[in-house]
């Protein structure tokens, strides 16, 4: 039977290797025991940039933890621990969502002049891409029918009904503040370039992949208005 510092020695290896290669996965079991790895690196891949995460030591709590070794730690070592890497997490976050306000404000200020390119007093920008034939606007208390594709600036894209192919049903006045402005200006058949800064989208929230105060690039398509 393997040591536990064998098991941690290969474990250390391929949590520090790019992807678990080799082994090929034919059972319940083995899916399971990789999906499980796999989430747990998900959570640590968020820290490790947070912080300097020391690989040995994340692994040799892993395998202590399944082979039922009591931890040597307090509970007063761990949340002195938790709350400093809180704070360090915090002052991060603090210093790229200053960053990114003064990097959007630019952002807006060159798309802004950019031909066919709309600025709304609110600060909302859009371009129409295609030119709808219905001749009625969503009110606040209709329904629409779209299909979008949203990205960030730097072209990541967070979240699309085109990607998925399915076209979205939601009320006009459930969803963030850019669109429901541009919503309520739109005709059916419209295909817009909404330009959203982050006051009119998450704000200083960081939502999912989008960082705190986010500017967003949505195009939405408004396929149908129910009332």
Not at 54 to 78: C, F, K, Y
Not at 119 to 138: A, D, F, H, R, W
Not at 148 to 174: K, M, Q, W
Request: charged share 20%.
């Amino acid at each position: 039977m393997k040591s536990i510092q064998t098991i941690l020695a290969a474990i250390t290896i391929l949590v520090m290797t790019s992807s678990a290669q080799g082994k090929e996965m034919k059972t319940h079991e083995e899916v399971a025991s990789y999906a499980i790895g796999h989430n747990i690196g998900n959570q640590v891949k968020v820290e490790k940039d947070n912080f300097k995460l020391d690989v040995e030591l994340l692994t040799q709590g892993l395998v202590d933890a399944i082979n039922g070794v009591d931890s040597p730690l307090s509970g007063e070592q761990m949340t002195a621990a938790f709350e400093h890497i809180q704070k360090l997490t915090e002052a991060k976050q603090a210093e790229l969502g200053k960053e990114a306000l003064e990097t959007n404000a630019t952002y807006l200020a060159e798309n802004a002049k950019k031909d066919g390119v709309t600025t709304l007093p609110s600060g909302l920008q859009y371009e129409v891409i295609t030119k709808g034939e219905g001749k009625v606007k969503p009110a606040s208390s209709d329904q629409v029918k779209t299909h979008y594709h949203g990205t960030l600036t730097n072209g990541t894209v967070f979240d699309s009904s085109v990607a998925r192919n399915e076209p979205i049903t939601f009320p006009v006045t459930g969803v963030i503040k850019g669109w429901i402005e541009a919503l309520q200006l739109m005709v059916e058949g419209d295909k817009w370039r909404l330009t959203v800064p982050s006051e009119l989208a998450y704000g200083a929230q960081a939502q999912g992949q989008i960082p705190a105060n986010s500017v967003l690039i949505f195009e939405v398509e408004l396929i149908e208005i129910i009332k």
